[in-house]
């Protein structure tokens, strides 16, 4: 069993930027996939950024490329998303999500998680 524990959500104004951290507690170590996951009001949830489970590589969505950065630090079962120039087009609640077994290739698809954090807000609005 994995709990996950996310913290930094809040109000942030556009173009600012701001960190979500999400702590697994129970030993998940590098063997889970990880993935960040974001749901807009009436909109499906959409992958954000995440890792495939023993690979240190990132996978980030198209949408958040080049703005967002995602990183693992497993010796602190943590991951970290980073997210610069927010928008509002970005304010959604943001979850963290992990599973064991996931097929690689399915790392994008949130039905396949087992384990998710609670979700906190990220408005983005001045």
């Known amino acids: 069993q994995v709990q996950l524990v996310e913290t930094g959500g809040g109000l942030v104004h556009p173009g600012g930027s701001l960190r979500l951290s999400c702590k697994a507690a129970?030993?998940?170590?590098?063997?889970?996939?990880v993935a960040w996951f974001r749901q807009a009001p009436g909109s499906e949830r959409q992958f954000v950024a995440g890792?495939?489970?023993?690979?240190?590589?990132?996978i980030i969505a198209d949408s958040v490329k080049g703005r967002f950065t995602v990183s693992r630090d497993n010796a602190k079962n943590t991951v970290h998303l980073q997210m610069n120039g927010l928008t509002a087009e970005d304010t959604a609640v943001y979850f963290c999500?992990?599973?064991?077994?996931?097929?690689?290739?399915?790392?994008?698809?949130?039905?396949?998680?087992?384990?998710w954090g609670q979700g906190p807000q990220v408005p983005v609005s001045s």
């Open positions: 999500a992990a599973d064991r077994h996931l097929i690689p290739s399915r790392l994008r698809r949130p039905s396949e998680y087992d384990y």
């Open positions: 129970g030993r998940p170590g590098n063997t889970y996939s």
């Open positions: 890792f495939k489970s023993g690979n240190s590589n990132s």
